[in-house]
Each structure stands twice: as C-alpha cells, then as structure tokens.
C-alpha cells in the first residue's frame, strides 16, 4: 500500500525562486528510503511538504489517501519530523515535559499523555533522566530527546533531516541502531542527507534530488557509482568496489 | 555561566514537594510580603521557619549554597552601599562612626530581608516542576479573558528554554571575538554592536527554528488542560502561613 | 507557513525571545573602566524598537510575571516576588511603562533614527523615575542620595547602550520583518 503518493509538486517561494518541481513519486509503507542531494537542493522544502509546513504551489501530497492541505493536523500526527537541528527543536524545560509537548497539543487527556510520554522516553532509552534539564544534555541525547517528542505523537511516518550531523561516532551508532528499531516496528521511514556514508547500508530506496528535481530513484546498489555527477559523495566502500558495511558492524 | 543558577527544579517525594502548586504560590507570596518590611524578631522566625522547611523538603543545601556564591557578592555590595549611604543619626559626635553603625545595622537589615525572600523563592523552585508553575499560573489567569493564559504559559516556558541558549551563543560569540582581538578595540560602542547584533541575528534564528519544528509538533492553544487537585494538607499549610504573616506583623509592632 | 496561525506562533517566539535576551542580559556585561555594563536595560530598549508597543509590552510582562513565579530570569540568577518588592524592583517595574512608550514613539515617527535615540531617552527617564522614587520610598534616603545611588554611576552606560541600540535596531529591522 502507498503510503505517501506525491503527484506534480511543485513551490516557489515568494522571491520567486523555485523550490521543487513537478515531483511525482510514492513511498510505500514500511520503506526505507534516503533521499541526498547538495545543499540547497530541495531536499529539506520536499519534506516540508509532506507534513504541511509548507503548502504546494501545484500538485498535491497524499498520505494514506487524504491530501496534507485538506487536513494538516492529520499529516502533522502522522509524519513525526525530526530537524537538523535538535537543540531549537526542544521546547520544554525538562526531558519530561518536552516530550509531552507533543500529545498535549492533540489534546489528549493527562493519563494518555504520561503514557505516551514515558513508552517514548523508553524507547530512546532516555527514561533515567527524565527530569534532567534538556540543556545539559550532550548532543546524541538531544537528537534522541527530539525523537522521542517525536514518537510521543505516535506518528506512521518518521522524517530526519540531517540527523547525524554534529554527532560523535557513538552517537550515530546508537540514532541508528533505535532507526534500524523503528523501522522493524513498521514505521516508514524517510533520512534526507547529503553523507550517504552512514545510513546507505540500511536502505531499500534512494532518491536524489538536484535542483528541486528528482533525478534518481532506485535501490542504492543500482545507482551508487552515478551519484558524484549531483553533488553527494559515493560511499567509500563502493568507491574501492566492495560492499557497504552497516556502521553498526 | 547558564549552568550555574541555583534555581532549578530537584525531584523528590517530600511534603513540600507534593503541596498544590497553587497553595505553594500564595503562601510564597504572603511571606514574601511580610518578610520585606520585617524587623529582627520577625526576621528571627522566618529563619527558623526556613529551616524547617531545608530540613523537611531534603535538599542538597551545601551544594545550593555553592551555586547561590554569585547572590552573595551581590549581598555583600548591597551592605556596601547601604553602609555607606545612610545617614548619621544626629545624636552622636562621632560623626564618621555614627554614619557607619546606623548604615551597618540597615545594611545588614536590608541584606537579611533579601536572604530571607530569596531562600524562600530558592525552596519554592527547587520543589516545584515548572510545569506545574505554568498551570498554576494558567490557573491565576483564567479571570482576566484579555489575557490569554495558555500563550503566557508558553511563553514562559520559551523563555526557560531560551536563557541558556543565548547565554551559550554569547559565550562563543565572546570566545571567537577575543580570539580576533576584540579586546585591543577601546570604544565600548564599537563592541556592543559587534557582540550584539551576531548574538540576535543567531537567536533569531533558533526562534524561527523553534516556531516551525513546535508548528510540526501541532501547536495550538487548544491543548491538554492539566488538572490542579488541592487536598486538606495543602488548605492546613496555607491556614498556617496566613497566622504566620498575622504573627508577624504583630511581632514588629 | 503563510497561516495566520503560524505568524501568531513566531510573534509569540519573538516576543519570549526577548523576555529571554533580558533575563540573559542581567548575566552578560561588557567590561568598561571601573564599572561593567550590565545589558539587561539595553535589551529593553531593542524590545521596543523591534518587537513595538504591543508586543514589547507582552514579552516585558511575562517576563515579570515569570520573574514573580520564581523563575530564576532576575539579575544573580535570582527570581521571586520579594526580588519585585525589593529596593531595586523599581526599574523592574519601569521597564513595562518604558518599552511601551518607545515602542509606541517608534512606532508614530516612522523608525527614525533621531526619534529613536528620542524614544529611548524617555525609556530611560520612565525607568529612572520607577526605579528611583521606590528606591527613595523604600530606604528613606535623601533625594540627593538616592541619585548617587541609583542614577549617576550608570548614566553613562546608558548613553553608550543608546548610541549602540541605533546601529543595532538598523541591522535587525530586516530580519525581524515578519515575513508573510
């Protein structure tokens, strides 16, 4: 089952450069898909589209069916969006209350909310330091803190932008081994970077997006040696013509 | 610099802990206001009441001493000043020395209230969760419909999360400056505006990060209502801080 | 984002910013001669250039109130009502009046820069006037006292943080446009 279908998107923003255009693709559920290109490519305004921030020009953005700008809290529940960068993304004053952010914007009761509060919190593993003050939180948590917000709306679809920038080699490897967790739970899950060295091994589908378009989309080993001609470095391991490690392994 | 501030919430189970916000808010200020024009007997009870009130809600006391260091310089600058600025009690020939007893006993007055009222506020934050603060104050809020309780709410949790990120940025920003040299320009103007406009232009930024990632989190006004419950242990407190401030006054008159 | 809900939602981040850049300015200082000069009055006056009447006086008054709940955004690090009541809670108390009033002078005059430097000088004279008459209230000191105490030693930081405001509220006008 699709379940996200882009048909012909299209944005310009209002000083008249364009953003994307004409995107038609369709993500399945449970797919695992990486989506690079240089920066400035579009990468970050595609996603945008996919939870409403921003709106389409032209075309539209179906999840499950239901077109994002017919109803944007819906896509705002289902696409949980993790940003590139975690520090402006946490609003609360502690691990506890950020995370509860989320569900106490949809209006559920306080019961609900604690629960969904601390199964998110457990699932990042950050559960020990729930009072803790997010600002004394090393960088890895933070990025992790901003998943669990995330999941607290129990979302369908998972959005990174740039997750592992900033990140230290532990930090990446435990941001993908909880990754790697969610996606075996069946979430759909979407990485947009510009480094395809840390997360390609992982992947079903990779897309590549040059000048708002796309212009590759395939399973990575089908297209891992054409990706230099758009800006983003082909792998090392498949430049010395062997595999692709996991950097779990 | 952001770490340093004393005033943060401490989990713990104790009484003081588990009062209704709301109950905790007005006894806070009941003996804020009676200890501000308090004399030395009142100010005796109020130590003692603090005290108490160390001893059962378990804080770290030793460590918050620690981090409360920056108050006292304060403290003793205010003691400084008051000494020296009071004036003489006319009755005394000595006038140099007379200046300076008066101005000793109103300093060290002044700075007792200041203590008093800022170990009272330390107790109140390091028991309470903010959010809790931010319904209560929700809560004071509801009968003014021109003002809209749940943004205020917000807001004040913005500005907690905010604080420590400016005083961060500046840090650096200092740090990137001193390491160019900034210190060998004299002209203060010059360096407000060079230490000043990169600090807002990168905050503004973080605000318009934090605008959009709360918007893809759903924000609206409209959300869970939290519910304050008061129980008989929070209206017995409260019965005992009004007699308290009732007793105080009536110590000092 | 074209939403009026999310103009309203970065309004009210703006507007908390501030109140945060004056928490903040009471542990940030510039060291000048002898005295250092404490930011917190200069993030005031950019409060009410920038962010205008309304909105200035919206984020000057959370910030009070957060300062009443406790929230350490007081200078020391401190909060708490009693820091309001207490000698200094004058010019904390004038900062409400004062961002207004340079807001709203701005506001009418068209973002001049000599009707800014106009429009801060009265913020600074509403401050002192809070600050100064509950300051004398509080302590009984004589007028003349009070002024030594409370006004003079900071007059000349005040000027230098008014003639760095101008530069300062130029650069950031076009950034802070809330874009629609």
């Not at chain 1, 590549?208 to 590759?216: E, H, T």
Request: proline residues 4%; aromatic residues 8%.
């Amino acid at each position: 089952m699709n379940i996200i279908e882009v048909t012909n998107l299209s944005h310009r923003f209002s000083d008249g450069t364009i953003g994307i255009e004409g995107i038609t693709l369709s993500i399945q559920e449970g797919e695992f898909v990486v989506i690079a290109g240089r920066n400035g490519s579009g990468k970050t305004t595609f996603l945008r589209h996919l939870n409403g921030l921003l709106l389409p020009d032209t075309g539209a953005v179906r999840l499950g069916g239901v077109s994002v700008s017919r109803d944007i809290p819906r896509a705002r529940q289902m696409v949980g969006m993790v940003f590139q960068d975690a520090d402006s993304q946490i609003v609360g004053e502690t691990v506890f209350d950020d995370v509860a952010f989320g569900p106490e914007n949809l209006c559920l009761n306080e019961c609900e909310v604690k629960r969904r509060v601390i199964k998110s919190l457990e699932v990042v593993d950050l559960i020990d330091i729930a009072d803790q003050r997010p600002h004394l939180l090393s960088g890895g948590e933070k990025r992790r803190l901003a998943v669990a917000g995330i999941l607290a709306m129990e979302p369908r679809i998972l959005v990174f932008d740039e997750p592992f920038s900033d990140l230290d080699y532990p930090g990446v490897r435990q941001l993908l081994h909880q990754t790697l967790l969610l996606h075996k739970a069946g979430h759909t899950i979407l990485i947009a970077t510009h480094d395809l060295e840390k997360v390609i091994a992982h992947a079903d589908r990779l897309l590549i997006i040059s000048d708002g378009k796309v212009v590759m989309d395939n399973a990575p080993e089908m297209i891992i040696k054409d990706v230099e001609a758009f800006g983003v470095r082909e792998p090392c391991a498949s430049r010395l013509g062997m595999e692709i490690e996991s950097w779990l392994n | 610099m952001a770490e340093l501030t004393a005033f943060h919430f401490r989990p713990g189970t104790s009484l003081l802990h588990t009062l209704d916000v709301r109950f905790k808010i007005l006894s806070f200020v009941l003996i804020s206001i009676s200890s501000f024009k308090a004399y030395p007997s009142a100010l005796s009870v109020l130590t003692l009441v603090i005290f108490y009130a160390i001893l059962i809600s378990c804080l770290p006391f030793k460590s918050i001493l620690k981090e409360l260091r920056y108050f006292f310089v304060l403290l003793v600058f205010i003691f400084i000043v008051r000494a020296m600025f009071t004036s003489a009690s006319p009755v005394v020939d000595f006038k140099e020395s007379a200046v300076a007893w008066q101005g000793i006993y109103d300093g060290a007055l002044i700075c007792w209230r200041l203590l008093i009222v800022v170990l009272f506020g330390l107790i109140f934050v390091s028991t309470t969760r903010p959010s809790d603060i931010r319904t209560a104050v929700e809560w004071f809020l509801m009968p003014f419909p021109f003002i809209p309780g749940k943004r205020v709410a917000t807001m004040m949790s913005l500005i907690m999360r905010f604080v420590p990120l400016i005083l961060d940025q500046a840090r650096e920003t200092i740090d990137a400056q001193r390491s160019r040299g900034v210190e060998n320009r004299k002209n203060p103007v010059y360096r407000l505006i060079k230490l000043i406009i990169p600090l807002m232009i990168r905050t503004f930024k973080k605000a318009d990060k934090l605008a959009v990632a709360m918007e893809a989190r759903c924000y609206s006004e409209k959300r869970t209502n939290k519910a304050l419950l008061s129980a008989k242990s929070d209206w017995i407190t409260l019965f005992g801080v009004i007699c308290l401030s009732i007793l105080l006054s009536i110590i000092d008159t | 984002m074209n939403t009026n809900h999310s103009i309203q939602l970065r309004k009210t981040a703006y507007a908390s910013l501030f109140a945060a850049l004056t928490a903040a300015g009471a542990y940030l200082s510039i060291p000048i001669g002898p005295v250092p000069i404490v930011l917190q009055n200069l993030f005031i006056f950019l409060a009410g250039l920038l962010l205008g009447s309304r909105m200035g006086l919206a984020s000057v008054g959370v910030y009070l109130l957060a300062g009443a709940c406790g929230f350490p955004v007081f200078a020391g690090g401190t909060g708490g009502i009693g820091r309001l009541l207490g000698p200094t809670g004058g010019y904390l108390f004038g900062y409400l009046p004062a961002v207004y009033i340079i807001g709203l002078i701005t506001e009418k005059t068209g973002r001049h820069a000599a009707f800014d430097v106009i429009a801060m000088c009265c913020g600074s004279v509403v401050i002192y006037a809070c600050g100064l008459s509950w300051l004398k209230l509080l302590t009984g000191m004589t007028l003349a006292k009070t002024l030594i105490v409370g006004m003079y030693p900071f007059i000349l930081g005040d000027a230098l943080k008014i003639a760095a405001a101008i530069p300062i509220a130029k650069a950031l006008r076009p950034i802070m446009r809330i874009k629609d």
